[in-house]
């Protein structure tokens, strides 16, 4: 394995090299703070429905990474195409409009309204509706329409009415990923999406991630391996700012490096 490979699964398969042009890719992408690479050089290629996790412990530039491709950070040296698009110097407002999205990990939400409205809110983003602002909400009838259906895909549209402070942490977290789906991304970015989730919670999590639309390249920060390995077809791992591995999930789990890094010897449980 080496940095930066184009990866796949097989020709014509979801997020196969063959199958379509490149949907993300990273040319030799650096970001520097006051003297040091929190991000050295890295470069990645994604293609049309692939599946890759991001791994490395603390300070190993996955979040930074994730800010210089949504364009809350700008890049010192490189380039990141985006449908072949050189957005690199683009602001974040303008890459959401060309399809990414991206989830945090702190809860992003609006705690006071309900579910509905979070999501009606989301939706409207994407609409020249925006602009009006004294039309009540509940006037948008097909927005309301597209939210519901979004929280029937993962069987919660009971709690379509529920002010999202009532509901439990995990079900908060299903709904955020639900907000990032109603601009209809090309790229979804996840930041470790089952943080602070208890093993049930985390179980369930993967269960709609798994449901995610197959169009959708999804890029996903994880601390949980175990996770990463499930729903990942392929692995990037960072240490120090820098690609040490890449490859398939069998590749990562054999890789001696990221065993003696990561792991603590043999990859025994993983």
Sequence with gaps: MSGGAVLGNGEGKRGAPGAAQPRLRLEKVTKTFEGLDA?????LTAFPGERRAILGPNGAGKTTLFNLITGDLLPTEGKIFFHEE????????????????????????????????????????????????????????????????????????????????????????????????????????????????????????????????SSITILIIEHDMDVAFKLAQNITVLHYGEVIAEGSVAEVRADKKVQEIYLGGEAKGC
């Design 39 to 43: 991000v050295k050089s890295v470069s």
């Design 86 to 213: 050189d957005v690199s110097r683009l602001p974040c407002h303008q890459r959401a409009f060309r399809g990414m999205a991206r989830t945090f990990q702190i809860t992003n939400l609006f705690f006071n309204l309900s579910v509905i409205d979070n999501l009606v809110l989301g939706v409207q983003a994407l609409e020249r509706t925006k602009f009006s602002t004294f039309r009540p909400m509940n006037s948008y009838r097909h927005l309301y329409e597209r939210g519901t259906e979004l929280l029937a895909r993962i069987g919660i549209e009971s709690l379509k009415d529920e002010q999202v402070r009532n509901l439990s942490y995990g079900v908060q977290r299903q709904v955020e990923i639900m907000l990032a789906l109603t601009r209809e991304p090309s790229l979804l970015l996840l930041d470790e999406p089952t943080a602070g989730l208890s093993l049930a919670e985390a179980a369930t999590m993967v269960e709609v991630l798994e449901k995610l639309p």
